[in-house]
Each structure stands twice: as C-alpha cells, then as structure tokens.
C-alpha cells in the first residue's frame, strides 16, 4: 500500500499554514514558529522543532512534508560556479545553477551569491540555443519546489544566497502562479527566506500578457528578457515566441512595464556566430534599448550537445560590444561561467536522462 503524498509546507505562506493550525485547533502562531525553524533555523526535521508539543509534531508529519527535493549531482567548475542536479518526488530532474560571490551573472564585480533557478520540468517554448527544451515540457514546479532550491542550494554549499535569478529550466511567466507565490515566502522578512525583491530577477522569452500582468504587481522584482535578436526575422529564428508576440509588442510591453515600475530592465543577449552578432543587429539592439534605459548583457553561446550554434570569435564579441558602447548604453559582456560543467541549462539534466 503507497504512502499517502503529503502536503509540502514550503508551497504554503503564512497565512496559509495558519489557517491550517486553526484547522487543527492549534493557535495562528504556531505558523510563525515552525517557519522559523524552517527558513530561519533551516531545520529539516519536525522532531528537532523542540518548542512544538510532541502530539501537534506527529500531527504535522502526517500531512506535511519539509523536503521535497533531493541532490543527484553536483558539479564545480574551474571559476567556482557549482551546478545542482535535482530529483523531485516524482523522479523527474531539475538544475540549479550557483554563481560564486565574486563575479556576478552580468560580470560585474559583486558580493552577491546568485543562485540560477528552474521554474518548470523542461519548457515549451523551444528556444533554438536551450538545452532545457529539447525533451519538451513536462510540467510546472510548485512553489516549495522553487523555494527548496535555494535551502538546498544553501546547505550543500554551505553559503548564502542572497541573489535569486529565474533564468534556469523553463519560462517562469509561464507557471504564473507558482512564481508569485514563491517570490512572496522568498522575499518575506518577518517569516520567509528574506531576500529582498531587487534581488530577485525574472527573466522571460517574452510572453507579453505576463509581462503587463507582473508590472501590475506590486512586488518590486527586476525584469530580464530574453531578446537574443532585434529584428523580427532574426528573433524569429532562434525563438519560436515570437511568431505570437513579435519584437515591437515585446517592446510595447517593456514600455508598460518601465512606465508602471519605474525601473530599468535587462536585455539579455546571447550571441551566436553569423545568427544574430552581425553589426546590424548590434545597431539596431542599440535602438530598442535606448527609450527604455535598458541595460544590456551580452553572452557568448555555451556550447550545447545536438545543436549547430556556436559561440563568435572574441574579436567579433568585442565588435558588437563596442558598437553598443558608442550609444552610451549600459552593456556588460559576460565571459563563459561554468563553460567547463556544461552550466547552460539543461544540459545536466540530458546527459543523466540519456545514460540512464
């Protein structure tokens, strides 16, 4: 007879696990005390909750789980990023990505550690340069799923992340609801994670409806976009999403987002030899992001098992940065991280399906 599946408490928010205390005829601020334990003590295990009475632990046990995922694989690259393998209760397989404190993802100097975060198994998007959709999708993660990334994260590394980035296996715009609910226990200060939400980045291929929907929001998260090409028949090639929202309604809706926020956002730019690193490209990328103030981050492509892209040259990198630079724009150019564990996402996770 199969165990019964048990809640994850880390889906829940505060409010949430309180009504279910009342449920139980437990007082409201007993939720407070185990999300102490949880998120602040970062305890595992509900018999080391010590201020709880013995019956009421038993009781949570019996619905709730702490933990729902579980390390497969770690990897550690040359330049310290270390890349996270992970099986979900159900078998499926998931990637984390940590950044080390000294390089942040825009190569900047920074003391920030950022943590790489997937959202969903696979992605249905299908991006011509992502490793992450070549096995389709499968589904969302919950949101104890996404926050759980970062408990583990934290406890194998055994550092802080105090940078989170939506950037790893799948579109997170795409498991909406999800995404917000694991933004609010990571952000909370009083009985959450407690990183701040300019901390926190989402990064999209570009779903335009979401993206006016998450600027209506009123968490103060950064916005990231997949652009990868500045022209309609460019972009068309290496991202299938925008055959349904083409470059200018993708603009129309960064504008929305800019005006509501009063923030800058982020292009974020892979270039791929003879694709999109043309001079044209860089030229006209220099006038979508100009109105906005958008920063830009140039990344050479990582190289991808069963894909035909490759990476430019450094002399023609360098080319197109300058010609953005020429427009005073705020551009980084990202050299490799973790190049050398196959850090592009995905891509773990492909290699263990197919030895499997």
Not at 25 to 33: H, I, L, S, T, V
Not at 255 to 268: A, D, N, P, V
Not at 303 to 328: C, K, S, Y
Request: proline share 3%.
């Amino acid at each position: 007879m199969s165990s019964p599946v048990l809640q994850n408490l880390l889906s829940l928010t505060h409010d949430e696990l309180a009504a279910r205390f009342g449920a139980l005829g437990q007082p409201a601020y007993r939720a407070k005390q185990v999300l102490h334990w949880r998120y602040r003590m970062r305890v595992d295990a509900w018999e080391r909750m010590t201020d709880l009475p013995a019956p009421l632990r038993a009781a949570l046990a019996e619905q709730f789980s702490l933990s729902s995922i579980a390390l497969v694989r770690r990897l550690g690259s040359n330049d310290t990023t270390q890349k996270f393998l992970f099986k979900l209760g159900d078998g499926q397989l998931i990637e984390s990505v940590l950044i080390p404190a000294s390089t942040s993802l825009y190569g900047e100097r920074s003391d920030r550690r950022t943590l790489c975060v997937s959202t969903q198994v696979g992605c249905a998007y299908g991006c011509k340069f992502c490793a992450s959709g070549l096995d389709g999708f499968t589904r969302n993660l919950t949101a104890g799923e996404i926050v759980e990334q970062i408990l583990q994260a934290e406890a194998i590394s055994h550092e802080r992340v105090d940078n989170v980035v939506f950037m790893g296996m799948g579109e997170p715009l795409a498991n909406f609801e999800n995404l917000m609910q694991s933004i609010q226990i990571l952000n909370n200060q009083a009985w959450g994670v407690g990183i701040g939400a300019r901390h926190i980045t989402i990064s999209t291929s570009g779903l335009v409806p979401r993206i006016r929907e998450l600027a209506d929001q009123p968490i103060q998260v950064r916005l990231a976009i997949s652009l990868h090409g500045a022209t309609d028949d460019v972009r068309g090639r290496i991202m299938p999403v925008n055959q349904r929202y083409n470059v200018a309604a993708l603009m129309e809706a960064c504008q929305y987002w800019h005006e509501r926020k009063k923030q800058r956002l982020t292009f974020e730019y892979i270039l791929i030899a003879g694709v999109n690193d043309g001079d044209a490209q860089a030229e006209r990328l220099a006038r979508l992001a100009d109105p906005l103030k958008a920063k830009i981050n140039l990344i050479p492509y990582n190289t991808v098992t069963g894909l035909d892209w490759e990476r430019p040259a450094i002399d023609r990198q360098d080319a197109f940065h300058r010609i953005l630079r020429r427009g005073d724009l705020d551009v980084t150019l990202r050299r490799e991280k973790g190049h050398d564990i196959d850090a592009a996402c995905g891509q773990l996770r492909r290699q263990t399906m197919q030895t499997a």
